[in-house]
C-alpha cells in the first residue's frame, strides 16, 4: 500500500473515533445536564419507590455512564476491525 492510501485510512480511523466519541460526549453532557435541570420536575415520578431525580443522581445515572463506556469499548472494536484495504 503506498503513503496516500496508508494517510487515507489512517483519516478514516480518527474520523470515524471522533465521530464516536463526540457523539457519546454528547449523550453523558446532556444526560447530567438534563437529570440535573429537571430535578424538581422529575421529583414528582417515582419509581420502585424512590423520586425519580434521586434515583437517577443515585442509580440511573451510573449505570448510564457504564452502558457509555459499553458503547465506546464496543464501537472502537468495530472500528478497529474494518477493512483497511490491505
Known sequence: MNDT???TVSRQYWRHTR?????????WALL?????????????WTFFGWPFS???AAQGLTLSFVL???IYS???RWIGRKPTGH
Do not use: N
Open 68 to 70: 457509555i463506556i459499553a
Open 19 to 27: 465521530r464516536l466519541t463526540v457523539g457519546l460526549l454528547s449523550c
Open 5 to 7: 492510501g496508508e494517510i
Open 54 to 56: 434521586f434515583y437517577m
Open 74 to 76: 464496543l464501537g472502537m
Open 32 to 44: 447530567c445536564f438534563c437529570v440535573l435541570f429537571f430535578a424538581r420536575e422529575l421529583s414528582g
